[in-house]
């Protein structure tokens, strides 16, 4: 098949777009390698993949001659009140319908990326896809925005497309502004760790090569207008993350406590029997497992430094 992913120089991206490659699947790359984070990072994570430089908010799109397109670029991150909020409507929103007129035009299917942003602090745990979405943070907003306009596009144009709900995704290439691939960077370079907040708040933490393979099959096998949530079977605080990631490196990590961060939610957990029921995906790495795959990687790619 021929696929586009979008932002496919960052995290997930770029591990979707390998695990395409690896599959025999044709693969074309775009992402405009934004300053979010160190854009010399993107570099290495899309070595070995074809990627053109297109700003989706801006530049012409055409997705002809494509089966599929994975939508994964964008502006993440929770911090998004104040002056950046105009960014996360650019590379958001505008950016997600640019792409659905594109994929319109060429009859392709997409699958967006969502997040559990989008549930705010939920009303049910484990949390099903039918809860009533409160985001809590102008990013969580803007994803939820996105998939009403793929609800929009799907009416009005016959949109494919699918939503994926992703819960806090980790692994190697794991962006520097999130919290398991801080305590990594602490851990090897021996500072202070902030903690927001208590370190009392939990995620269903999902492992990258987890969240990949519920991605493809999404694509290969998801009905239309479905939405799933893509999360970890196991739910951990970040205090037991952080001693974890301690006893795989063998470390301790000095910790100083700051003030939580607005729009963190004090918790996630994914429901994902609708998934399970209709793909057959569920998460399979084991938070040690995957910690420890991600510890490796941190540590091998400093050294290599
Ligand atoms: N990492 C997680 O835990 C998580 C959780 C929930 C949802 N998500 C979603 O998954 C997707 C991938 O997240 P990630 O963690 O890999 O983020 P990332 O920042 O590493 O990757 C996003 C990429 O999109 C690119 N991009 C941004 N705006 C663009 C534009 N206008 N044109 C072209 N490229 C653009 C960036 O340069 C970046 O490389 C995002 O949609 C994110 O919202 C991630």
Not at 83 to 98: E, I, S
Not at 205 to 227: H, I, K, L, N, Q
């Amino acid at each position: 098949m021929r696929y586009v992913v979008t932002g496919a120089a960052g995290f997930i991206g770029s591990q979707l777009a390998d695990a395409l490659v690896e599959a025999g699947h044709e693969v074309s790359g775009i992402d405009c390698f934004t300053d979010y984070y160190d854009p010399a990072e993107k570099e290495e994570n899309a070595r070995g993949l074809d990627v053109s430089r297109l700003d989706l908010a801006a530049d012409r799109l055409d997705f002809g001659g494509a089966d599929g397109v994975f939508h994964l670029a964008a502006q993440a991150g929770v911090r998004s009140f104040g002056d950046v909020f105009p960014l996360y409507l650019r590379q958001n929103v505008l950016a997600t319908q640019r792409v659905f007129e594109a994929a319109v035009a060429a009859g392709a299917r997409v699958v967006f990326t969502s997040s559990s942003s989008v549930y705010g602090e939920a009303e049910a745990y484990p949390t099903p896809e039918s809860a009533q979405p409160r985001p809590i943070s102008p990013y969580g907003i803007t994803k939820l925005a996105c998939e009403h306009l793929a609800h929009a596009y799907a009416t009005g144009f016959g949109l494919d497309a699918v939503v994926l709900r992703y819960f806090t995704v980790y692994g190697p290439r794991q962006r520097p502004d999130m919290f398991l691939r801080r305590v990594c960077d602490a851990l090897l370079a021996g500072t202070t760790f902030e903690i927001y907040g208590t370190g009392e708040q939990s995620r269903s933490f999902t492992e990258v090569g987890d969240a990949v393979a519920a991605t493809m099959a999404a694509m290969e096998r998801a009905p239309a207008g479905a939405v799933y949530n893509v999360g970890g079977g196991e739910e951990a605080s970040l205090l037991e993350a952080i001693a974890l990631l301690e006893r795989i490196s063998g470390r301790s990590l000095d910790t100083r406590r700051v003030d939580a961060a607005r729009g963190d939610v004090a918790r996630t957990k994914a429901d994902v029997s609708r998934i399970r029921d209709a793909l057959g995906w569920e998460p399979r790495t084991t938070l040690a497992d995957g910690l420890a795959a991600m510890w490796s990687w941190a540590s091998g790619r400093l050294r290599a430094a």
